[in-house]
Nanobody
Framework: QVQLVESGGGLVQAGDSLRLSCASS????????MAWFRRAPGKEREFLAA????????YYTDSVKERFTISRDNAKNTVYLQMSSLKPEDTAVYYC?????????????????WGQGTQVTVSS
């Protein structure tokens, strides 16, 4: 019954900031990893950031770690991706994911729950 719903995407200009939200429902374990991925047209799905629910330990891909921040609200079972200094190359569909027993936080195969995605478009 686990569901993940992303929101907060939209059309912004280069240099702007945007915060994405992923609201969860169901019975997600406290030790789950939650993560953000994105997929641009013609490209592979790309890992962005992950967080361990209980400890708050975070993981980032090198390409975004200076600009993106992942966080969570435990009471709301919601994970966020705060994005700043957005660039046109950030344009993609952004997906929220969750999974238990994640061995490699950057590996999409380790996540068994996925949202439907939210579109982020950055214009120049």
């Amino acid at each position: 019954q686990v569901q993940l719903v992303e929101s907060g995407g939209g059309l912004v200009q280069a240099g702007d900031s945007l915060r994405l939200s992923c609201a969860s429902s169901g019975w997600i374990f406290g030790n789950y990893h939650m993560a953000w991925f994105r997929r641009a047209p013609g490209k592979e799905r790309e890992f962005l950031a992950a967080i361990k629910w209980i400890s708050g330990t975070t993981y980032y891909t090198d390409s975004v770690k200076e600009r993106f921040t992942i966080s969570r609200d435990n009471a709301k079972n919601t994970v966020y991706l705060q994005m700043s200094s957005l660039k046109p190359e950030d344009t993609a569909v952004y997906y929220c994911a969750a999974g238990p027993r994640v061995a490699a936080p950057t590996a999409s195969r380790d996540y068994n729950y996925w949202g439907q995605g939210t579109q982020v478009t950055v214009s120049s």
